[in-house]
């Protein structure tokens, strides 16, 4: 038998690699495993809690008016649904666009100096009166049986927040396609995690809440920029069940650009990292379950991997230039010999562990993906998925290692707005 | 306290300790193969310089023309390109790699010997090339002259190049270092008996073997002909 000799960066990936599998296995098994909860049930129109859905809204002229036709066509009883706009001090047509919308007498508008997203909440919050709160970023759009399906969860009396299954708008184009199996996986690790109790986010774009978690443990804070991060694991820390509704869909605008897609996940990461350090005695605390030994360790460890990746990489690519300008500055320019026959070429086919793992992981991950499609309504994927397999780890590389210097050195967060 | 999902953990880490003992499995296996292939290579090359050596004896008082295309050197390269990537996949390191290394330099001292022979048999030029480098990583005009070597021996199927790790501890090899009075000023070369140390570009190594860049200019001159007589238009009968 032949060993190979692994140097210690290459143990470092091994392991890394192994640990993305036991997560990716450890969702499976659980997904598998789980039993239907017996608690959702069907609510007729006079059981229905009452609703007040909060917009915050901040320079959103584009999408505000379509947000609300979105909640005004929910299938949800007139009289016990509330809608509250908080215009955060918009500086483009967002009060216009609000005014001309159709059915305002319906829409409560709360216009405030800017102070960020959540001061916007609560300033509404506290004045709510209904048995739960939904929080609506206004560049979202929610379906119409959204909230009946999310309502639903709050049969179970420990639920005290429902997440939705996030959809993009926009679905056309490179960026398009990788977000939405993006979130197509993301779909289906949130219904996992929900049966984990460990949801440690409650989505900007649309979430429940029961009125009395805010009486209970506050109000949104300041929290770098993430604060649906903070406030989701506040809740968390409170032992307070965070549900996740599958088949009730809501639509965001996702970024088009590269450069948008960076700034807006850069926020996000660094949201992550800055809040752990703030929440860092909750982890690997066994009182807090699968949330602090495993889901969180795992995600700050995702982070650090790519660092250790990046460097990995950036050596391997170091590494071939440098061959190539040796071989160029010997005998000049010259292709790859691609002359071998095909028994010569199967000798020189890698078939490294490391190989191996990663055909697992990704093989893995598309069997993840097909199960978040199948849970999100079958919405064809195309090269999505080739995308998203090939590329998305290389782009996201960019936001991880910026995240991460910044974190280490400048402790600079990115504004929402 | 919350439900940690226990056996989930405990089942998810039995199937990915399964995944990745499988994985190193089945590389090893590959990695065996690749062996074994170069084993019996290496053996075929063996057997090819066995009868060459009986061919040779049994030709002593034949004519030179006989002893024309008895030596290896395609299958030395051939060899010698799957060596380096077992090198590079199992590290230089590995004591199967370092072992088939030995044997292969065994092979190209012997098919060397044999060319001597044949050489002062029948009095041509040595058209031979020893090539002595260092991959501990202390010698990157090694990875040039390499370069250079490759794409010259390519070039000139009659150019022998025999390439030798230095620094690889095995008695025949240390006998023929110590033999020429090789320094570990590397790159080194010994083109007949004369060493010559560092880096030769293409040019060097033609200024040493003129009659090779004479026949290469003269292989070209045909090739241009031949090219111009063809694009001639030829006339319609």
Redesign the interface.
């Known amino acids: 038998?032949?060993?190979?000799?692994l140097e210690p960066l290459s143990i470092g990936i091994?392991i890394i690699l192994?640990i993305a599998?036991?997560y990716q296995?450890?969702l499976l098994?659980?997904f598998l495993?789980r039993k239907p909860s017996p608690l959702t049930q069907k609510l007729s129109s006079a059981s229905l809690p009452s609703v007040t859905i909060v917009i915050p809204c901040y320079n959103e002229e584009s999408t505000i008016a379509n947000c609300i036709a979105s909640v005004l066509a929910l299938t949800y009883p007139q009289e016990k649904l509330n809608i509250v706009v908080v215009d955060d001090g918009s500086q483009d047509g967002s009060i216009e666009a609000l005014r001309n919308s159709t059915h305002q007498e319906r829409v409560l508008v709360i216009q405030k100096e800017n102070g960020g997203k959540y001061t916007a909440l609560n300033i509404a919050i506290p004045n709510i009166t209904t048995d739960i709160v939904g929080t609506l970023d206004a560049d979202s759009f929610v379906h119409p049986e959204a909230l009946i399906r999310m309502v639903e969860k709050f049969a179970d009396p420990r639920v005290m927040a429902v997440t939705p299954a996030l959809k993009i708008h926009n679905t056309k184009g490179f960026f398009g396609r990788l977000q939405q199996t993006e979130y197509t996986l993301a779909i289906f690790i949130r219904n996992v995690l929900a049966s984990?109790?460990a949801i440690h986010v409650t989505p900007g774009p649309f979430s429940l809440f029961r009125k009395e978690v805010f009486n209970k443990i506050g109000l949104y804070k300041k929290a770098h920029d993430a604060e649906d991060l903070e406030f989701a694991l506040r809740m968390q820390l409170h032992?307070m069940k965070i549900a996740n509704a599958h088949n009730a869909y809501v639509y965001t605008v996702s970024p088009a650009t590269i450069v948008s897609l960076f700034r807006q996940r850069l926020r996000w990461t660094l949201g992550f990292l800055h809040n752990m350090i703030d929440y860092l005695p909750s982890l690997f605390r066994?009182?807090?379950?699968?949330l602090g030994?495993?889901v969180l360790p795992s995600s700050l460890l995702a982070l650090g991997a790519s660092v250790l990746m990046i460097w990995h990489l950036g050596r391997g690519v170091v590494s071939i230039v440098d061959?190539q300008l040796?071989?160029f500055?010997?005998?000049g320019a010259?292709l790859p010999s691609l002359s071998l026959p095909s028994s010569?070429l199967f000798?020189?086919i890698?078939?490294?562990?490391m190989?191996?793992?990663v055909l697992?992981a990704m093989a893995l991950t598309v069997a993840l993906i097909l199960i978040g499609k199948n849970l999100s309504g079958n919405e064809p994927l195309r090269m999505g998925i080739l995308y998203f397999l090939f590329l998305y780890g290389f782009i996201a590389l960019t936001w991880y290692l910026s995240a991460a210097v910044r974190t280490l050195f400048m402790r600079k967060t990115i504004h929402w707005k | 306290m919350r439900n940690t999902y226990l056996q989930y953990h405990i089942t998810a880490l039995i199937i990915v300790f399964l995944i990745v003992a499988t994985s190193f499995f089945v590389s090893t296996l590959f990695a065996d193969k690749r062996i074994q292939e170069i084993r019996s290579m290496e053996d075929k090359i063996s057997m090819d310089i066995l009868s060459a050596e009986t061919q040779f004896a049994l030709l002593e008082m034949a004519a030179c023309e006989h002893l024309g295309d008895t030596f290896l050197s395609q299958e030395l390269r051939v060899l010698a390109q799957r060596l380096s990537f077992m090198e590079q996949s199992l590290g230089v390191e590995n004591p199967e790699v370092v072992n088939l290394k030995k044997y292969y330099s065994l092979l190209q001292i012997k098919d060397y010997l044999l060319m001597r022979q044949a050489q002062e048999k029948c009095d041509t030029k040595p058209l031979s090339i020893l090539y002595f480098y260092s991959n501990e990583g202390d010698c990157r005009d090694c990875i040039r002259q390499g370069h250079v070597l490759s794409q010259f021996g390519e070039l000139h199927e009659e150019a022998r190049v025999y390439a030798f790790d230095y620094h690889l501890s095995f008695p025949a090899l240390q006998t023929l270092i110590a033999l020429h009075e090789i320094e570990p000023n590397l790159p080194a070369l010994l083109i007949g008996d004369q060493v010559l140390y560092g880096y030769l570009a293409t040019e060097d190594l033609y200024k040493i073997f003129p009659d090779l860049l004479k026949k290469e200019e003269l292989e070209k001159e045909t090739e241009e002909a031949l090219k111009q007589d063809s694009e001639q238009p030829t006339d319609a009968f």
Do not use: C, R, W
């Not at chain 1, 038998?1 to 000799?5: G, I, P, R």
């Not at chain 1, 890698?350 to 562990?353: D, E, G, L, Y």
């Open positions: 038998m032949n060993t190979q000799s091994l192994s599998l036991y296995v450890f098994l659980v495993g984990l109790d032992h066994l009182k807090y379950g699968n030994m495993f061959q040796l071989k500055s010997a005998v010259s010569e000798f020189y890698n078939t490294s562990p190989i191996f793992l697992t």
